[in-house]
């Protein structure tokens, strides 16, 4: 079993930052890809980003040029960097585990966290 924690949301005005953290716990994620979706009013989750445990990272194209996710595996944790955040960014984010390839699909991925809500005023 894996463990997640979301931490870092908030209300922030357009145009800010936000980092994101999710700490993992439980099994040792060697093998495992992390993934950021987002959940907002009324919508399905959607992909945000992800990330292997060498590095390799994949966004969407929402997220590309602004959002930056990446891992440190000594500490278990899992980022997303978050720039000039808009207003349709407001939503409650969630880290999730997958032991499966690369994937931005939400099924892929086994484990999931509480969620952490993100505010963005115009």
């Known amino acids: 079993q894996v463990q997640l924690v979301e931490s870092g949301g908030g209300l922030v005005q357009a145009g800010g930052s936000l980092r994101l953290s999710c700490v993992a716990s439980?099994?040792?994620?060697?093998?495992?890809?992390m993934g950021w979706f987002r959940q907002g009013p009324g919508k399905e989750r959607e992909f945000v980003a992800a990330v292997t445990f060498e590095g390799i990272t994949l966004h969407s194209d929402s997220a590309k040029g602004r959002f930056t996710i990446s891992r440190d595996n000594a500490v278990n944790t899992v980022y997303l960097l978050m720039n000039t955040l808009k207003p349709e960014d407001t939503a409650t984010y969630y880290c999730?585990?997958?032991?499966?390839?690369?994937?931005?699909?939400?099924?892929?991925?086994?484990?999931w966290g509480q969620g952490t809500q993100i505010t963005v005023s115009p």
């Open positions: 439980g099994h040792t994620l060697t093998n495992y890809r």
């Open positions: 999730a585990a997958s032991d499966r390839p690369l994937s931005d699909r939400p099924g892929n991925y086994a484990y």
